[in-house]
């Protein structure tokens, strides 16, 4: 994933602030609020905020619990505690693939392990990108808004069912596809729902960079994506309707939106009477 934003970014990544949390060159004991790093008792110093790495997993949304599952058996209870990064372990390919060496922050924001790059990258995917698909037992959390929007865009135009997948040309969290909220095949558009969620931190931050990487990665294989950013978040993108919330005009603008990316002919062939 390219680049870092937010607080993990700059210093937090080269802090030099080891899993035990002892700092580089100084030898300083440090302990995060978090309650990584150093012991209590032998803390010289303790900074009010979270370590470097429960930032970032904060950032992509993800649990500590959860990157355990992913790391080497050996190193589970090094990576428990560990505040870095830059750390490098071996990591589990979900895919089951050979196991790798990558930084913590590879892990969590790369593309997967390089077998999984390599088949993304094979001609045989690059024939098949853009393609969508259904993928059985895919699991997304559905937001009652984001249903909403399916609804009322639904009563406007035929929508599938059976598809909730389209494959890409490179990896994305190590999967050779992406997961959008709403796929229209016959016009090759994604339409999808944003806004900060309760914490206020979605689709912000790392979040954000990722969202970008997504559309790119559709925009490789000839998809649009249409993103309606509500709660505050700005454009991004293209084609972006930023609006307080799901509305009959937001689903009116993105029809527009439709026509202008395939023409007014295609979205017609596809309105419901």
Request: a positive charge; aromatic letters at 4%.
């Amino acid at each position: 994933m390219a680049g870092m934003t937010g607080g993990v970014a700059g210093g937090a990544a080269g802090s030099g602030v080891a899993g035990g949390g002892v700092a580089g060159g100084g030898g300083t004991a440090v302990r995060f609020r978090c309650g990584h790093g150093a012991p209590a008792t032998d803390a010289r110093i303790t900074l009010q905020r979270d370590c470097p790495l429960c930032m970032l997993l904060a950032e992509t949304q993800r649990s500590r619990g959860q990157l355990l599952r992913k790391v080497a058996a050996g190193r589970r209870g090094d990576l428990g505690q560990e505040t870095r990064i830059g750390a490098e372990y071996e990591w589990i390919c979900d895919r089951g693939h050979s196991r790798y060496v990558a930084t913590v922050r590879a892990a969590l924001t790369g593309s997967g392990c390089p077998k999984c790059t390599a088949n993304a990258e094979a001609p045989s995917a690059r024939f098949e990108g853009g393609v969508p698909f259904m993928k059985p037992g895919l699991r997304l959390g559905t937001s009652m808004t984001e249903q909403r929007l399916r609804m009322l865009l639904g009563e406007r135009i035929r929508l599938p069912h059976r598809v909730n997948a389209v494959r890409i040309s490179r990896t994305f969290y190590g999967k050779p596809e992406v997961w959008p909220d709403i796929i229209i095949p016959a016009l090759k558009v994604a339409v999808e729902y944003d806004d900060p969620g309760r914490d206020g931190r979605s689709h912000r931050g790392l979040k954000e960079v990722s969202d970008r990487e997504k559309d790119a990665a559709l925009a490789e294989v000839g998809w649009a994506v249409i993103r309606v950013r509500a709660g505050g978040l700005a454009e991004l993108g293209a084609y972006s309707i930023v609006c307080p919330g799901v509305s009959v005009k937001v689903v009116d603008r993105v029809l527009e939106l439709l026509g202008e990316i395939r023409g007014t002919a295609a979205v017609e062939a596809l309105l419901i009477e």
